[in-house]
Nanobody, 115 residues
Framework: QVQLVESGGGLVQAGGSLRLSCAASGNLYGFYKLGWYRQAPGKQRELVAE???????TYGDDVEGRFTISRDHAKNTVSLEMNGLKPEDTAVYYC?????????WGQGTQVTVSS
């Protein structure tokens, strides 16, 4: 089992910034990826950003250039720095763990961007 606990969501005005953090614990092994996905009402869950064990990031098209993902192996954490937020970034953001066919998800944290 892997537990993922997110923090840092909230309400921000358009153009503002937020930082999300996720702490992973439990049976962490292998060269697992950590990442962030989001789901807005009435939409499918989509990739925001993901980072490999070696530190290579991948970003969703809508956020590249505005968001930055990072991870800390010593603390087993992954963070998402979000700048230039837009109302369309409003969603529940989920921390993710992927290793092979194994996926775990956090409970999610709400990010709301007002116009």
């Amino acid at each position: 089992q892997v537990q993922l606990v997110e923090s840092g969501g909230g309400l921000v005005q358009a153009g503002g910034s937020l930082r999300l953090s996720c702490a992973a614990s439990g049976n962490l092994y292998g060269f697992y990826k950590l990442g962030w996905y989001r789901q807005a009402p009435g939409k499918q869950r989509e990739l925001v950003a993901e980072i490999t064990y070696g530190g290579t990031p991948t970003y969703g098209d809508d956020v590249e250039g505005r968001f930055t993902i990072s991870r800390d192996h010593a603390k087993n954490t992954v963070s998402l720095e979000m700048n230039g937020l837009k109302p369309e970034d409003t969603a529940v953001y989920y921390c993710s763990y992927h290793w092979g066919a194994i996926d775990y998800w956090g409970q999610g944290t709400q990010v709301t961007v007002s116009s």
